[in-house]
T-cell receptor, first 114, second 110 residues
Framework: GAGVSQSPSNKVTEKGKDVELRCDPI?????LYWYRQSLGQGLEFLIY????????KSGLPSDRFSAERTGGSVSTLTIQRTQQEDSAVYLC????????????FGPGTRLLVL | KQEVTQIPAALSVPEGENLVLNCSFT??????LQWFRQDPGKGLTSLLL?????REQTSGRLNASLDKSSGRSTLYIAASQPGDSATYLC?????????FGKGTSLLVTP
């Protein structure tokens, strides 16, 4: 079956612009996660959704970052007023339920802020 | 904050060797631990998940062990192949978020 998909695969933007990153989880998966992989920082957790609600937003690095999920499926991560330090690979994962389940990752969106 | 350390950072072995990748973590109150591989420019592929109540998990040539009380996990790869070349990431999970180490970069030469 289809895995987690993300779009766009690559995004180049100018500093100060807003960007939207999209994630389509595996069909039927109720839990969805966003992570960021920066050079030299490793992979860091950003936000977790169970259904359409986000019980854990603890990893969002600033108020310029927001995310939503609609219909218990597609999620969008929005970064406002992008900065060069936002350049990273943004990875989305989903799992069948929540804690204790295997997380399956998408291919990521590579964001470059000039 | 969970700190995850993976040793070695990089490893190069000839094809056919058995090898062990090490992972240690500071907070032993975890639900489970996942091992992933990441190929260059690609996302993460889940290899194994060990629940906190388990000691080990096997899939094909891969065997992962977990010693929760000491905060350690190992990934054993038997009879390595060039296709095993990738970065291997260890990720203990407490709650919902995975906490990742920086990985072991493995190169298996023909």
């Amino acid at each position: 079956g289809a895995g987690v998909s993300q779009s766009p695969s690559n995004k180049v933007t100018e500093k100060g612009k807003d960007v939207e990153l999209r994630c389509d989880p595996i069909s039927g998966h109720t839990a969805l996660y966003w992570y960021r992989q920066s050079l030299g920082q490793g992979l860091e957790f950003l936000i977790y959704f169970q259904g359409n609600s986000a019980p854990d937003k603890s990893g969002l690095p600033s108020d310029r970052f927001s995310a939503e999920r609609t219909g218990g499926s597609v999620s969008t991560l929005t970064i406002q007023r992008t900065q060069q330090e936002d350049s990273a690979v943004y990875l989305c994962a989903s799992s069948a339920a929540g804690a204790g389940e295997t997380q399956y990752f998408g291919p990521g969106t590579r964001l470059l802020v000039l | 904050k969970q700190e995850v350390t993976q040793i070695p950072a990089a490893l190069s072995v000839p094809e056919g060797e058995n090898l062990v990748l090490n992972c240690s973590f500071t907070d032993s109150a975890i639900y489970n631990l996942q091992w992933f591989r990441q190929d260059p420019g690609k996302g993460l592929t889940s290899l194994l998940l060990i629940q906190s109540s388990q000691r080990e998990q096997t899939s094909g040539r891969l065997n992962a062990s977990l010693d929760k009380s000491s905060g350690r996990s190992t990934l054993y790869i038997a009879a390595s192949q060039p296709g095993d070349s990738a970065t291997y990431l260890c990720a203990p999970c407490k709650g919902y978020a995975l906490n990742f180490g920086k990985g072991t970069s493995l190169l298996v030469t023909p």
